[in-house]
Nanobody
Framework: VQLQASGGGSVQTGGSLRLSCAASGRTSGSYGTGWFRQAPGTEREFVAAITTNGGSAYYANSVRGRFTISRDNAKNMVFLQMNSLKPDDTAVYYC??????????????????????WGQGTLVTVSS
């Protein structure tokens, strides 16, 4: 499965962006699709995830209430609507497909090691 993220850009504090993730297919046994982000000098961190059927969504505490993840399975697309952006949201955002396997390091949606297919990332810059 190949993933391609797009939609990043530069906005001011309080602005909005919508990220898109296009997938070439689906990993057998996948639990869902996630968004992670990585700021310079930091580790990749979980942002949001959604199950394969779109029935459940999960968010990091830092983005809950501001970000919304959704998917369109007919188009093999996953979206991340980001509102009320803050400078701390500045990072490269990656979408990823769950591998279907669990390392047991945490909840399936929040462990980067449980995701096997990663897009190339899209840069989001929020200025104050």
């Amino acid at each position: 499965v190949q993933l391609q993220a797009s939609g990043g850009g530069s906005v001011q504090t309080g602005g909005s962006l919508r990220l898109s993730c296009a997938a070439s297919g689906r990993t057998s046994g996948s639990y869902g699709t996630g968004w992670f982000r990585q700021a310079p000098g930091t580790e990749r961190e979980f942002v949001a995830a959604i199950t394969t059927n779109g029935g459940s969504a999960y968010y990091a505490n830092s983005v809950r209430g501001r970000f919304t993840i959704s998917r369109d399975n007919a188009k093999n697309m996953v979206f991340l609507q980001m509102n009320s952006l803050k400078p701390d949201d500045t990072a490269v955002y990656y979408c990823a497909e769950h591998s279907g396997r669990l390392t047991g390091l945490g909840s399936w949606f929040s462990v980067a090691a449980d995701f096997s297919s990663w897009g190339q990332g899209t840069l989001v810059t929020v200025s104050s």
